[in-house]
């Protein structure tokens, strides 16, 4: 039977190799065109994500959302772990920080400019959250705790989610901000804010995730 899927793996080789591509479908260019024309934005991604298929973005957010509660959750009876494994020697605790840092720029970045260049609000959470982990393992988890708590996270954790689940019904009644001119930093509407509000939530809500596994489970 082997003999069988090599033939048919070589000819489907051979075909990819020798048989012509079909044309072009040009629709698919003006679908591009058209999305950019009515977002605003040069990132036709981000317009399809924040404009044309918005109602799939908000229960998106909202399942990560329910995602971070249910890793509180399932974790919440157990016992914390007395051991919590970080970088010790100083190259590494330098090179994870550097890393940190860059992770950091590059998140806000694209949080700001994800509407117009490839990134987006999820991209930059990732950026974001990458950046808070690298910091976790270097530092102590008490002292990355207090900073979550002296910065009320949680609290603008929900209160993102909430504007961002405001403002995109807003915008699904048809109540649109001017778009502005392609291509510059302030286009789009809308589409700019509910990037860098997806990017904050992503970012803490990647933050309690990881304070959470700290916690619990002693590492990341």
């Known amino acids: 039977m082997k003999w069988v899927y090599i033939v048919a793996g070589i000819a489907l080789f051979i075909k990819i190799l020798i048989l012509p591509d079909g044309e072009a479908n040009l629709s698919d260019i003006s679908i591009v065109e058209t999305v950019v024309k009515e977002s605003g934005v040069s990132n036709a991604v981000s317009g399809i ?17 329910i995602a ?5 959750f399932l974790l919440a009876n157990e016992t914390p772990s007395c051991t ?25 970045e694209l949080a700001i400019r994800g509407h117009l260049s490839p990134g987006g609000g999820f ?3 990732v950026a974001g959250g990458t950046a ?23 609290t603008w954790e929900k209160i993102s ?19 502005g001119e392609l291509g510059t930093l302030f286009s789009g509407g809308i589409l700019p804010i509910l990037n860098i509000i997806v990017a904050i939530k992503v970012a803490l809500g990647s933050w309690a995730v990881v304070l959470i596994f700290i916690r619990y489970r002693g590492l990341l």
């Open 132 to 154: 808070i982990g690298l910091i976790a393992i270097t530092s102590s988890y008490q002292s990355m705790q207090d900073i979550y708590q002296r910065w009320h996270a949680a």
């Open 161 to 179: 989610v909430l504007v961002f689940i405001v403002l995109s019904v807003i915008t699904l009644s048809g109540i649109e901000l001017p778009h």
């Open 84 to 108: 919590i494994y970080q970088f010790k020697d100083q190259p590494s605790i330098i090179l994870a920080r550097l890393g940190a840092t860059i992770a950091a720029l590059v998140g806000i």
């Open 123 to 125: 991209a930059a959470g």
């Open 68 to 72: 971070i509660l249910g890793a509180n």
């Open 49 to 65: 994500i924040f404009r044309n298929r918005l109602y799939d973005t908000i229960f998106e957010v909202i399942v990560f959302t």
